[in-house]
């Protein structure tokens, strides 16, 4: 079991940047692939970014390369995900998620309350 809580989010301006912050409890959470799902208003979810639980494989979707950063600390139990030059397609609600694998993260098996984040034009 993993509990998830979300932080970071508020109102920035484009070409802003902000970090969220994702606290996991739960023994077992450095053996989670760990990531990040936004959904916008009339919006399907989607994943936007997740790590696995070595480190060693992250992915991004398309849109956010380059200006998204994802990063994980397992001795702290925290994921973070850096934003940088945001555009006002990047508001969204962001949610902070857990499952065994990365692939599975599209659906995952927890997930937090989640954050929200607005960008102005």
């Known amino acids: 079991q993993v509990q998830l809580v979300e932080s970071g989010g508020g109102l920035v301006q484009a070409g802003g940047s902000l970090r969220l912050s994702c606290a996991a409890s739960?023994?077992?959470?450095?053996?989670?692939?760990m990531g990040w799902l936004r959904q916008a208003p009339g919006k399907e979810r989607e994943l936007v970014a997740a790590?696995?639980?070595?480190?060693?494989?992250?992915y991004y979707t398309d849109s956010v390369k380059g200006r998204f950063t994802i990063s994980r600390d397992n001795a702290k139990n925290t994921v973070l995900l850096q934003m940088n030059n945001l555009k006002p397609e990047d508001t969204a609600v962001y949610y902070c998620?857990?499952?065994?694998?990365?692939?599975?993260?599209?659906?995952?098996?927890?997930w937090g309350q989640g954050t929200a984040v607005t960008v102005s034009s």
């Open positions: 998620a857990a499952d065994v694998t990365m692939g599975a993260l599209r659906r995952p098996a927890y």
């Open positions: 739960g023994r077992t959470f450095s053996s989670y692939a």
């Open positions: 790590i696995s639980w070595s480190r060693s494989s992250t």
